[in-house]
């Protein structure tokens, strides 16, 4: 299993101003990846981090809007930048410890709202 | 790519009532099918999972569910819930390195 704690836990920004949300994980794991959920929404995935690679970003989602960093194999960060409404929502870090996808381990999630 | 449909949106129950939660997913292939839950103002749990073998899977607080390739279904039951199951409820599917979840089915459970 993993253990995974994020900073914040919850924020009010500005538009047009950026955060960046924190993912500590207690082991080290391969696979990260950053999900978006919004208010009374399934969850989507916005990126795959490997360590040493670039992140992987899925369909709608740019580097430019969401980059997001892996300096090691506990930690990651994601920034929202310049944010809009529309950015509200939960993003919740999670980890594949074993590597196969069998097992996934969610974080509490960040919780951003745009005014 | 596969998708996942949660039927329900809302599910309100009385304590000690049975419950189903339904989850069909639509794939070609075989597939590897997860519920997790999601606790108010926390992140998600894994609750049960199916990978292989036997299509009835448990998990320790009493939840089960069961893989249905016939009708592409992996529903969740209790036979006797808890208030303190009252939360959000995401059936997920995975295919290869593809990850999909469902809406959710967000479960009361009322005195």
Redesign the interface.
Known sequence: SAVISQKPSRDICQRGTSLTIQCQVDSQVTMMFWYRQQPGQSLTLIATANQGSEATYESGFVIDKFPISRPNLTFSTLTVSNMSPEDSSIYLCSVDPTGDRYEQYFGPGTRLTVT | AQSVTQLDSQVPVFEEAPVELRCNYSSSVSV?LFW?VQYPN?????LL?Y?SGSTLVKSINGFEAEFNKSQTSFHLRKPSVHISDTAEY?CAV?RS?D?R????TRLTVKP
């Open positions: 590897y997790y926390q992140g998600l749990q894994l999972k990978l995401f995975r390195n990850m979840f469902g809406a959710g």
